[in-house]
């Protein structure tokens, strides 16, 4: 497919808040304001996100903020990779009470607040805090953003009423503390990565998609895997990149996904337009939520990525060892 490089600021919305078609395609900064998610118009459609990720050698840990208009829907798990226990606590908010989202990525606080939870996100010098408190363990995280660094975003139109923002940045370097009970550690320098989901969008009620994300260091470079598919399919846009020290090479093709509903700790493999590459699963995070006409199903299967990329320009890039996740999730919502 030809995507569209942004290379200017847009807003995402029209006046009249259907979607503002000069925002379709794909950009290596933020560069799509979105103020115009959220409010009445189009109020129960509207949905917005920051998802933060972080994988150190001991620790996964994930904040989650949103709201669905209706619903604040917040989540904290810390999962020790040694001990394959899990600290978590989530809640769900009436009308999205307690929850502090800005209209556009970096341009305010991100806060979550109940009996059940804390989370804090601020941009700071060099990056970005995330802080996040729920009973029996807390972590404080600054995921840096070195310089040079690109995320991608992209524009996905289902229509001009039906459409979806989406930032997502990958290696990010990450430092700071986990506690979990009494014992409270440094994140391992180097060997720490983050990566954020941001979305601001109106979306249809039955969605499915997958989602991969992994990060590391290969041969003294930085690496960045960000693989997507399903929902982006026949929209003319893809939300797969690879990033070489911050570089981002975009594909613009829907990938192959091969793996086994059947048993997702098996092997998942992603491949096309030059990527090749294996998730090898240590974890499967399973969530699933059935309100009646409100569902939820995920398998978040984390573990590390090995395979090859070739660039535009006929380089081919050997990775292996990037700490990651590869999921597959069935909303209705």
């Known amino acids: 497919m030809v995507e569209r490089e942004l290379t200017q600021t847009v807003p995402l919305t029209l006046p009249n808040g259907r979607l503002n078609r000069e925002a379709v395609g794909w950009a290596r900064t933020a560069s799509v304001t979105t103020e115009g998610i959220g409010g009445l118009r189009s109020w129960g ?31 904290v798990w810390v999962f020790d990779r040694h001990s394959k226990t899990s ?4 809640t769900t908010a009436i009308l999205a009470a307690g929850t502090e989202l800005p ?22 010098d060099g990056g970005t805090r995330i802080r996040a408190r729920i009973e029996g363990a807390s972590f404080d995280v600054v995921a840096a953003r070195p310089s040079g660094h690109g995320a991608l975003g992209v524009v996905v139109p289902w229509s001009d009423r039906r459409f979806q923002y989406t930032v997502k940045d990958v290696a990010r370097p990450a430092t700071g503390t986990v506690t979990v009970g009494d014992e409270t ?20 009620y039955d969605m499915r998609w997958n989602w991969g994300a992994g990060s590391g260091v ?17 929209t003319g846009s893809t939300e797969n990149a690879v990033f070489v020290d911050g570089r981002l090479h975009k594909i613009g093709e829907e990938l192959t996904w091969d793996y ?18 294996t998730l090898v699963p240590e974890h499967d995070k399973v969530s699933r939520t059935n309100l009646g006409l409100l569902s ?3 398998d978040q299967c984390f573990g590390t990525w090995s395979g090859t990329f070739e660039t535009g320009s006929g380089e081919r ?10 999921e597959d999730v069935h909303n209705r919502w």
Not at 87 to 90: E, G, I, L, P
Not at 260 to 277: Q, T
């Open 87 to 90: 600290v978590a606590a989530s």
């Open 296 to 298: 939820s199903r995920t």
């Open 317 to 326: 890039i050997d990775f292996t060892g990037l700490v990651g996740w590869a």
């Open 260 to 277: 086994d509903p059947a048993d997702y700790l098996a092997p998942w493999r992603v491949h096309g337009a030059g990527l090749d590459a």
């Open 45 to 75: 459609r509207n949905k917005r996100w920051e998802y933060w990720n972080v994988v150190t050698p001991r620790f996964i840990l994930a904040a989650t903020v949103s709201s669905l208009d209706y619903a604040g829907v917040h989540e």
């Open 218 to 234: 290969c041969d003294g470079r930085r690496i960045g895997l960000q693989v997507g598919g399903r929902w982006t399919v026949g």
């Open 185 to 204: 550690q440094e994140l391992t320098p180097g060997e720490s990565w983050a990566v954020l989901d941001h979305g601001r969008g109106r979306w249809p």
């Open 103 to 124: 209209g556009s990525l970096g341009k305010g606080p991100v806060r979550a607040w109940s009996r059940a939870l804390a989370i804090a996100v601020d941009e700071v």
